[in-house]
């Protein structure tokens, strides 16, 4: 009886209680300051948050008085970098990664000075797709996870979105030519 007790245990703790998936409040991209928040649940005992520069291989820092669901930070700290938390229960979890990147909160906003043929991706950060702006249909298009690992292969659809909904949170790299051009876009998948 104490054996299948664990396991149901184990069981619910692990089906209930998994990884802290995190999300960049859309809001966050128009002011001075900006929130992060779970979005998996809240069915933790604890939580600490933990940062670390964009292009450091140094290990994540854990952030002062950061112990609650959500995370309000200001972009003149935070700015260029990297965000996660810790959820701990029965089972402990590190949540998904955000890359804090103010100047390309906003990327899919137009900019008037630029080419008008040059390609552009929007919405960044996306959820369930991405767009690009001044692309033919059918063009060839690669996305790459932060690692390198190519996660899709596709020509460019007649409907003009491409569907990223099943991919994990976090950054992504995206590829595609243009008139014997290459254009490399970096996006962040929530």
Known sequence: MKV????????????????????LNPDSCSGSTG??????????????????????????????????????????????SIIKVFCFYTISYFSTEVV??????????TNFESDISEVKLYPNPAKDYVELKNLEIGNQIEIFNSVGQKVLDLSYPTNGKIDISNLFPGVYFLKTKKNNTFSNFKFIKT
């Open 4 to 23: 299948q007790l664990f396991i149901l245990t184990f069981f619910f703790n692990f089906t209930c209680f998994g990884q802290c998936v995190i999300e």
């Open 35 to 80: 929130l992060i928040e779970i979005t998996s649940g809240e069915f933790y005992d604890g939580y600490q948050w933990y940062s670390k520069p964009i292009n450091s291989t140094s290990p994540f820092q854990p952030i002062l008085n950061a112990t609650s669901p959500s995370f309000n930070f200001d972009w003149a700290t935070y700015d260029q």
């Open 100 to 109: 804090l990147d103010f100047a390309n909160c906003n990327l899919g906003t």
